[in-house]
């Protein structure tokens, strides 16, 4: 029923959107929450995955880094992201042998905000520059 799902998608997408970036981004927020179609869409799929619990076991991912821990990797974590915590991104990091770890001081959980943005790219530069060499 639209009058009731669209109210509860539009408050959890909003609530989510305000947790994802660092610094208050009302325009952005507003803009998301204008596409009906997309909102609703975007929250069936994430409470679809949690209620399964994102398809994990618990500490299934820090239990197998073994398999990947050869492979080099830069973590790129916000330090003031409240949806992936950075002890998490730390946690991973000192299992991840062959792993970096750049905490980002102005960053937050979004890749739209420029503090994570320019990381991110300066981490695929990094993997850029050493497949050239």
């Not at 325009?27 to 869409?41: C, F, G, P, T, Y």
Request: charged residues 20%; proline residues 7%.
């Amino acid at each position: 029923s639209p009058e009731v799902h669209l109210p509860a998608a539009r408050t959890f997408m909003k609530f989510d959107a305000i947790c994802c970036t660092h610094r208050p981004a009302p325009a952005v927020v507003e803009d998301m929450l204008r596409n009906d179609k997309i909102m609703v869409s975007v929250m069936r799929a994430f409470f679809h995955y949690a209620k399964h619990d994102f398809f994990l076991k618990p500490n299934q991912i820090l239990s197998n880094v073994h398999k990947i821990e050869h492979l080099p990797a830069v973590i790129v974590q916000g330090r003031y992201d409240v949806i992936c915590f950075p002890n998490m991104a730390y946690s991973l990091h000192q299992k991840w042998k062959n792993s970096r770890l750049w905490m980002i001081p102005d960053g937050g959980h979004s890749d739209d905000e420029l503090p994570m943005a320019a990381a991110l790219a300066s981490a695929t530069d990094l993997f850029a520059d050493r497949i050239q060499k």
